[in-house]
């Protein structure tokens, strides 16, 4: 069966996938829309790691601006083409990394954002909490406590604050969702967050 052309475009618009992978995914569904939007999620996690290398060029800056004007939030969000960008999912995910960056105060985009010399110190820290525990399990609860704290200050291992919608997903199961999604390679670059009064 050969996908209407009007079908491959309402496709393309609602994913943001490639053309032929539209007309492919409907082909495969024998015209079904959404059995050709489950087809394309379940291609597009398989082939997300295959992206990540792949540069991201195009984006959007989104803001975010706390109730009472104390908090503002900058975040670059980028992808690969210009259409993906324009795209209502992406805009919707900048915007929700914006709301959790003002809500959370993460300082790290990443883990390997993360320079070695404030890891090192963390778990030195740790390592030292740890002395009134039998030795052997002294490393196993340091590198535990350490796993805590890059929780709680890498944006990409955070639940996103809204935990109920988003069924407690992290923000990066979100933004590999996201990437899936839309075919292409999808980058939180940088967040700025200011708040009033603060250094």
């Not at 670059?76 to 324009?86: G, K, L, N, Y």
């Amino acid at each position: 069966m050969t996908a209407a052309a009007a079908d491959v475009k309402a496709l393309r618009e609602r994913t943001g996938a490639g053309m032929m992978d539209c007309k492919r995914a409907l082909e495969e569904a024998a015209g079904d829309l959404e059995k050709a939007i489950d087809i394309l999620r379940v291609k597009g996690q398989a082939s997300a790691q295959k992206r990540a290398g792949r540069a991201a060029s195009e984006g959007v800056v989104q803001s975010y601006i706390h109730a009472g004007g104390k908090i503002g939030v900058l975040v670059e969000v980028d992808c690969e083409t210009d259409f993906v960008a324009r795209n209502d999912d992406f805009q919707s995910f900048a915007r929700e990394v914006a709301l959790h960056v003002a809500a959370t105060g993460p300082e790290y985009v990443s883990e390997d954002d993360v320079p070695d010399e404030v890891r090192s110190r963390e778990l030195r820290i740790y390592e030292e909490q740890a002395q009134d525990r039998p030795e052997d399990v002294r490393p196993r609860i340091a590198e535990g406590r350490l796993a805590k704290w890059l929780d709680e200050h890498v944006l990409l291992r955070q639940p996103h604050v809204n935990a109920e919608r988003y069924d407690g997903q992290t923000i990066e199961q979100l933004r590999s969702e996201l990437a899936a999604k839309t075919g292409e390679n999808v980058v939180i670059r940088r967040f700025q967050r200011f708040v009033v009064g603060a250094d």
